[in-house]
């Protein structure tokens, strides 16, 4: 990874907390902490507002997709049969 040199004027009093915050070997580790949390809020807003369509739709209301109750509800159904199967499945010691 190629390394970039910052040179910049920060707050003193949030600069002195988040130095405390974890024990930071220096300041470029912290910075670069504080730079990958900025980028994944950034596309977590993002994924979130290509979502956001949904909110708007009701479950049942079918798409080219087909609908989201649907999907659901076979999701559900196979997750819960999954689990009945992950139940009776014999353990290590050969018994159920």
Same mark, same amino acid.
């Given at each position: 990874m190629g390394r970039m040199r910052v040179s910049t004027t920060v707050d003193d009093g949030l600069l002195y907390r988040a130095r405390h915050l974890e024990p930071w070997p220096n300041d470029a580790a912290m910075l670069d902490a504080a730079?990958? @949390?900025l980028v994944a809020r950034y596309r977590a807003a993002v994924i979130? +507002? @290509?979502y956001e369509a949904y909110d708007h739709l /009701?479950? $049942?209301? /079918? $798409?080219?997709?087909g609908d989201l109750a649907s999907f659901h509800e076979v999701n559900r159904a196979a997750r819960h049969e +999954?689990? +009945?199967a992950v139940d009776q499945a014999p353990n290590a010691t050969g018994s159920r």
């Open positions: 730079l990958e @949390a979130d +507002a @290509a /009701p479950l $049942d209301e /079918p $798409d080219e997709w +999954a689990g +009945a």
